[in-house]
């Protein structure tokens, strides 16, 4: 019987890593639309020195509007994700390792969990969005562990989620909305990005504009 | 004697049960659909024998042809219909698996009750 109390328990503890992971991955929240949640402007640069690869970002929202979706929602999150292309295994950068820092408030390090490895996703998040201000440059730095490939191409991407349960700021608490728009890309893989002539690759620094008069690219 | 049975045989069916959801929860991890465009990302199915996870993967940018398998913090979608006639195929699914091995195992001692002088 106690065999069988111990396998029943095994089970049990399977059954929930499972369930969680399957139906926690994404969480329900308010439909809206890009210009609610994705930064202003934004700029990457990705390099490396003699310690590790490492990636700097810095983001802005110009106004309140473009905030007020996490304003709106007490226990939002924000992710700007930085992808390093790997469907050929030859990606820059492979996970973040190391020192990292960041002035978003409650920033934590998302884990790489479940991710697709055709992109190595490497992300400083917010686990409090509605502590963001507009008007203000805020920045994420981690270094890196090599890829596969001296350059890759790089996608940038703004999240929205929300922290589950909402008294938890740790990365394993932070989900992505399950409703579109969730995940909008802010720069793109594999496509000249105007008045850019080709792809944006790394190591190298790039910066946009989304939706601020127009979206642009342009080389820092 | 008859309510040891009952108490031995419902936790054989308890564990038939948890056993089945574990099989097919897991499913989701071990299968996987060949997408050939972008529109085919918006719909990507997952689970075995049916499937009943639905992903929209458009965030990911994969050259086409691609194998996908499933990917957290995507939209996902659950069909209850399929999982639920999951777990009841793969509760059969093992209830045959095990009656064989019990065979098998009934048979390999028969044949060595045999052989011993």
Not at chain 1, 108 to 124: H, K, L, P, V, W
Not at chain 1, 185 to 190: G, H, S
């Amino acid at each position: 019987m106690k065999k069988f109390t111990i396998l029943l328990a095994f089970v049990c503890v399977q059954l929930c890593l499972c369930s969680t992971s399957v139906f926690a991955a994404t969480t329900s929240c308010s439909l809206t639309d890009d210009t609610k949640f994705v930064p202003s402007w934004g700029k990457v640069l990705i390099d490396e020195d003699r310690y590790s690869r490492y990636v700097y970002q810095w983001m802005y929202w110009h106004n309140d509007s473009r905030l007020s979706w996490f304003g709106d929602n007490t226990n939002s999150t924000f992710e700007p994700d930085a992808f390093f292309y790997n469907y050929n295994n030859e990606a820059f950068a492979e996970e973040p390792t190391g020192y990292w820092a960041s002035n978003l408030p409650r920033a934590y390090r998302d884990t790489q969990s479940f991710d697709s490895s055709g992109e190595n996703a490497i992300t400083i998040g917010s686990a409090n969005a509605q502590d963001l201000s507009s008007g203000r440059i805020y920045y994420t730095v981690t270094r890196m562990t090599d890829g596969g490939g001296d350059s890759s191409w790089v996608k940038l991407s703004a999240q929205r989620g929300k922290r589950r349960p909402s008294w938890c700021y740790s990365t394993n608490c932070s989900f992505g909305c399950r409703q579109s728009e969730n995940n909008v890309r802010t720069l793109p893989f594999r496509q000249s990005v105007p008045p850019l002539d080709e792809e944006f690759s790394a190591p190298g620094c790039v910066q946009y504009w989304y939706h601020w008069n127009i979206t642009t690219f342009s080389e820092c | 004697m008859h309510y040891q049975f009952f108490k031995k045989n419902i936790y054989i069916a308890i564990l038939l049960v948890l056993l089945s959801i574990f099989f097919t929860t897991s499913s989701i991890f071990w299968t996987s659909e060949i997408v050939d465009d972008r529109a085919h990302l918006k719909h990507v199915e997952f689970g075995w024998p049916l499937q009943f996870i639905i992903q929209n993967q458009e965030r990911l940018d994969p050259p086409f042809p691609y194998k996908m398998t499933m990917v957290l913090e995507t939209p996902t979608q659950l069909r209850y219909i399929p999982f639920f006639l999951n777990i009841t195929l793969n509760i059969i699914f093992i209830i045959l698996v095990s009656g064989l091995v019990n065979v098998l195992k009934n048979k390999v001692r028969g044949n060595t009750k045999k052989i011993q002088p």
